[in-house]
């Protein structure tokens, strides 16, 4: 299951891992014919995008911050397959807002945006996965967020909900180490996702006229990470860890689907 799908990180992780022969449910609340915010990609944009290169792809509308909602998606994956090998927690509402401007130009909204459709709705996925995983024999629970060694971000909100985040999968590996069930943090670096094209005013055919671009990755490179640690047996050993998608390419020897090796982003 990978949460908040439609696009970015999420879209990128679903199609690797449907390449790699996983059924991936793919949530979040764009459909086609109703994208949120009119942004580029939807759950079924990906769906699709898996099929095309032979994967199994289930699309599920989901707003992550309806807790009725996220436990149906839950019990539907529970009724069809009988068990959950692999959960990533990538639904995020900040990119509703600009993260840029200091503490005290920003709004409230931040927080709601941020904490709300983003950590917490992460939390809640697990609070209605993990009692599923455990009876069914353990997994994986991977949390998407952002690190750069404890750097601060430069935004106030944005830089408590990603170390919010790293923390959330830290406590959960301790709560769930004798369980069978391995909880990560995984950091993309600065990626070429549709919302930042779109903010630099480019698009896949010329991003690389845009300097601020040069050091950027695909969604495709965290998604190839992704599926090396589910694929991983020794997994648990790093549970509890907060992993760079550059670092994981170094260890599992994997490339971006453009044949490049990206070293871990740095502020």
């Given amino acids: 299951m990978v949460t908040g799908a439609s696009r970015g990180a999420g879209r990128g992780i679903a199609i690797e891992l449907?390449?790699?022969g996983a059924t991936v449910y793919v949530t979040g609340?764009?459909?086609?014919?109703?994208?949120?915010n009119?942004?580029?990609?939807?759950?079924?944009a990906t769906v699709d995008e898996i099929q095309s290169v032979g994967g199994t792809g289930i699309a599920i509308q989901c707003d992550h911050t309806d807790d009725e909602q996220t436990k149906a998606v839950i019990e539907k994956i529970k009724r069809e397959q009988g068990k959950l090998d692999l959960l990533v927690n990538n639904a995020w509402g900040g990119s509703e807002h600009d993260i840029s401007g200091s503490y005290e130009e920003n709004t409230l909204g931040h927080w709601d945006t941020m904490f709300t459709a983003g950590v917490r709705a992460q939390l809640a996925t697990n609070y209605?996965?993990?009692?599923?995983?455990?009876?069914?024999?353990?997994?994986l629970i991977i949390h998407t967020t952002f690190w750069d060694d404890g750097k601060y971000t430069g935004h106030f909100y944005y830089d408590l909900a990603k170390n919010t985040l790293v923390r959330m999968a830290y406590g959960l590996s301790e709560e769930?180490?004798?369980k069978n069930v391995a909880v990560l943090a995984v950091s993309p670096g600065f990626m070429?996702?549709?919302?930042?094209?779109?903010?630099?005013n480019t698009d896949l055919d010329h991003w690389r006229e845009v300097e601020e671009l040069s050091v950027t990755e695909t969604p495709h490179y965290v998604g190839k990470g992704i599926v090396a640690l589910a694929s991983d047996p020794d997994v648990m050993k790093k549970t509890g860890q907060v992993l760079r998608a550059g670092d994981l390419a170094e260890e599992y020897g994997f490339t971006d689907i453009d044949g490049k090796k990206i070293p871990p982003f740095h502020i």
């Fill in 18 to 20: 449907g390449k790699a």
């Fill in 29 to 36: 609340r764009s459909v086609r014919g109703r994208s949120t």
């Fill in 38 to 44: 009119g942004w580029p990609g939807t759950i079924d």
């Fill in 128 to 139: 209605y996965a993990v009692p599923f995983m455990r009876e069914t024999g353990g997994g």
């Fill in 176 to 178: 769930l180490r004798d």
């Fill in 192 to 200: 070429r996702t549709e919302i930042v094209l779109k903010d630099f």
